[in-house]
């Protein structure tokens, strides 16, 4: 049995719902780590519900794990004054932050979120 149009676009409907979720949570999660807040997340795993908090020491980690010796030299750079030491921290912390984003179940969080207002809504 074929699905009909109106069913067609309420899944279609659901997919957008879906997409602008995860951009405004990406939005935000990059927000707030660039601020040096945190930024939490829940998933379904299985029967349980996971939540994973990014925050300013994942980052700080991320920059090391991305590039440990650029890192080094930017803090020396800075405390010996030197100013282009800061842009170098700044661009491997914007590098750590959407490596972050990248490893982040945003899906899974927004698909759970889709899931706790269906709830609610029914």
Known sequence: M??????????LDAAAD????????TEAMRAELQGGGY????YRKGYRV??????????????IELDSDDFNIAVMMITLGEVE???????????AIEQ????????????????????RAA
């Not at 879906?18 to 949570?25: A, Q, T, V």
């Open 39 to 42: 930024y939490a997340l829940e």
């Open 18 to 25: 879906l997409e602008r979720l995860i951009e405004r949570n």
């Open 85 to 95: 030491g800061v842009k170098r921290l700044l661009d491997l912390k914007a590098r």
């Open 2 to 11: 074929g699905m009909t149009a109106a069913q067609h676009q309420i899944q």
């Open 50 to 63: 996971v939540k994973d908090v990014y925050d300013r020491d994942n980052v700080i980690d991320q920059m």
């Open 100 to 119: 972050l984003i990248g490893l982040a179940k945003l899906h899974e969080d927004a698909e759970y979120t889709m899931e706790l207002i269906r709830g």
